[in-house]
């Protein structure tokens, strides 16, 4: 009698796991980072590291990397002064968040340093 108890219990719960929500997309640690950047908001060198590393594990491990990251890290990398690695960024949010598009070109703009973006 215990052995089926144990044998439901477990079984209840496996099926109770494979109903977990699983996420859509590799977060990492960006929550606490972004927590972090904005208590201590002249350390931008870790929260870009903690950017770059949370792309390249999605991008590695195949998930989608979530919507505004790409932007984010470009941006960080304007206010560092390189302005083509960022417009690399902005072009890859673009790309992954078509809903971007508008707000994307206008960054690429501003990172190139053209007329319009300065108007």
Known sequence: MKAWRLATVCTLAALTAACAPQSKYAWGSYESSLYQHYKTPGDTT??????????SKAEQSGQKVPPGIYAEYGE???EAGDTKQATVFFEKEKSTWPESTSFMTTMIRVASGTKEAKQ
């Not at 870790?46 to 792309?55: G, P």
């Open 46 to 55: 870790a929260f870009a590291q903690h950017l770059s590393e949370t792309i």
């Open 76 to 78: 960080v990398l304007l």
